[in-house]
């Protein structure tokens, strides 16, 4: 099974270096090749995804992705800017669905900055579509009019790219708790009435899945107020952005949360939702669990191996149980640890 390992920028290379020493130890049949991606490929090739890298993801049976980003690249051209890398892969690899879990560990409880009484076993899924939307759109830019500049950019969506967002949606409740949340902004969008149109009309053949609808803005207020009421969230590119980086908060931390962007067929990139916090590179202090826990959703998504993603999620457990913390998720009495210590207890867990 080959996978891509793109390290990337910032505390990329930190985190990654712990999951591939996870995936070592598990004994399965992997051919693991680095390429650089964003700054680091800039660097490389004056280009944040160069050929060489695109090349070798499309290769792949999954690609593991550690963060790009940094702020000595703000001034460039924006195609040259490292988080065109992610964007061009998601595009050139029709990775059309992100899948965002959030759950919040019975350790981890008391590091959220909810009341523990609020988010003590939550889980949620948020499924957000990830090549369509004003992201993508066109056109876009920024044009002279009047004597001034105008920035525009263009909320687009098919009926296709909503349908097969959907379903993974609706498939994925259906292996949960059969319930669906689809977020939009009917009452204002274009585009969210078409959204809300194509989810209702495709809810139609999950007659055992329960369907409701949440404007975005109340979605956000109902993330902090109750979010356990929610299973499975569906939305669009720009609300998911959102929304995913606030449920991850009621987790207590960002470093906890993995991801992954299926393509039509299950190939997917896998990565950590924090990004790459050039403040604390180098330092050994970044938190490498969301990594590890992408490496073992990239094992049961997309390389069959649900078993070992197992063994990953378990070990991982078994550490938190054990009141091991990196910095981001502090608890009273808890034993502190840097980056290569967190990833050497799941090891001894595994």
Same mark, same amino acid.
Request: net charge neutral; aromatic share 4%.
């Given at each position: 099974?080959?996978?891509?390992?793109?390290?990337?920028?910032?505390?990329?290379?930190?985190?990654?270096?712990?999951?591939? @020493?996870?995936?070592?130890?598990?004994?399965?049949?992997?051919?693991?090749?680095?390429?650089?991606?964003?700054?680091?490929?800039?660097?490389?090739?004056?280009?944040?995804?160069?050929?060489? %890298?695109?090349?070798?993801?499309?290769? /792949?049976?999954?690609?593991?992705?550690?963060?790009?980003?940094?702020?000595?690249?703000?001034?460039?051209?924006?195609?040259?800017?490292?988080?065109?890398?992610? $964007?061009? $892969?998601? @595009?050139?690899?029709?990775?059309?669905?992100?899948?965002?879990?959030?759950?919040?560990?019975?350790?981890?409880?008391?590091?959220?900055?909810?009341?523990?009484?609020?988010? /003590?076993?939550? #889980?949620?899924?948020?499924?957000?579509? $990830? &090549?369509?939307?004003?992201?993508?759109?066109?056109?876009?830019?920024?044009?002279?009019?009047?004597?001034?500049?105008?920035?525009?950019? %263009?909320?687009?969506?098919?009926?296709?790219?909503?349908?097969?967002?959907?379903?993974?949606?609706?498939? /994925?409740?259906?292996?949960?708790?059969?319930?669906?949340?689809?977020?939009?902004?009917?009452?204002?969008?274009?585009?969210?009435?078409?959204?809300?149109?194509?989810?209702?009309?495709?809810?139609?053949?999950?007659?055992?899945?329960?369907?409701?609808?949440?404007?975005?803005?109340?979605?956000?207020?109902?993330?902090?107020?109750?979010? @356990?009421?929610? #299973?499975?969230?569906? %939305?669009?590119?720009?609300?998911?952005?959102?929304?995913?980086?606030?449920?991850?908060?009621?987790?207590?931390?960002?470093?906890?949360?993995?991801?992954?962007?299926?393509?039509?067929?299950?190939?997917?990139?896998?990565?950590?939702?924090?990004?790459?916090?050039?403040?604390?590179?180098?330092?050994?202090?970044?938190?490498?669990?969301?990594?590890?826990?992408?490496?073992?959703?990239?094992?049961?998504?997309?390389?069959?191996?649900?078993?070992?993603?197992?063994?990953?999620?378990?070990?991982?457990?078994?550490?938190?149980?054990?009141?091991?913390?990196?910095?981001?998720?502090? %608890?009273?009495?808890?034993?502190?640890?840097? &980056?290569?210590?967190?990833?050497?207890?799941?090891? /001894?867990? $595994?």
């Amino acid at each position: 099974m080959k996978v891509a390992v793109l390290p990337g920028d910032g505390i990329g290379p930190e985190i990654i270096a712990q999951a591939l @020493k996870v995936l070592r130890k598990l004994g399965l049949s992997l051919e693991l090749q680095e390429a650089p991606v964003g700054g680091a490929g800039y660097e490389s090739s004056s280009d944040p995804l160069p050929p060489a %890298t695109l090349a070798l993801a499309k290769a /792949a049976d999954a690609i593991l992705f550690g963060a790009v980003g940094d702020a000595r690249y703000d001034k460039l051209p924006r195609a040259k800017r490292p988080e065109q890398a992610i $964007l061009g $892969l998601r @595009k050139e690899l029709g990775l059309f669905a992100n899948l965002r879990p959030a759950q919040v560990h019975p350790e981890l409880v008391s590091a959220s900055a909810l009341k523990a009484e609020v988010v /003590a076993g939550l #889980d949620i899924l948020i499924v957000r579509e $990830l &090549t369509g939307d004003i992201y993508f759109g066109e056109p876009k830019g920024i044009r002279e009019t009047d004597g001034e500049r105008e920035g525009f950019d %263009t909320m687009r969506y098919r009926e296709g790219e909503i349908r097969r967002i959907a379903r993974v949606a609706f498939d /994925a409740a259906r292996k949960r708790s059969k319930r669906v949340c689809s977020v939009d902004k009917a009452n204002v969008l274009e585009t969210s009435q078409l959204w809300r149109e194509v989810v209702t009309a495709e809810a139609a053949k999950y007659p055992d899945v329960e369907l409701s609808h949440m404007y975005v803005d109340n979605c956000a207020m109902q993330l902090v107020r109750n979010p @356990k009421q929610f #299973d499975v969230i569906v %939305t669009g590119n720009l609300f998911g952005d959102i929304l995913s980086d606030e449920a991850s908060m009621l987790t207590g931390s960002i470093g906890m949360l993995p991801s992954a962007s299926l393509d039509a067929r299950g190939k997917g990139l896998y990565e950590p939702i924090h990004g790459s916090a050039p403040d604390i590179a180098g330092r050994g202090v970044a938190n490498p669990l969301a990594t590890i826990l992408s490496a073992a959703m990239m094992l049961r998504y997309s390389l069959g191996e649900a078993q070992a993603a197992g063994r990953i999620e378990a070990a991982v457990a078994k550490v938190l149980k054990a009141g091991v913390r990196t910095a981001d998720i502090p %608890t009273a009495g808890a034993r502190k640890v840097g &980056t290569q210590e967190m990833g050497d207890a799941v090891l /001894a867990a $595994l």
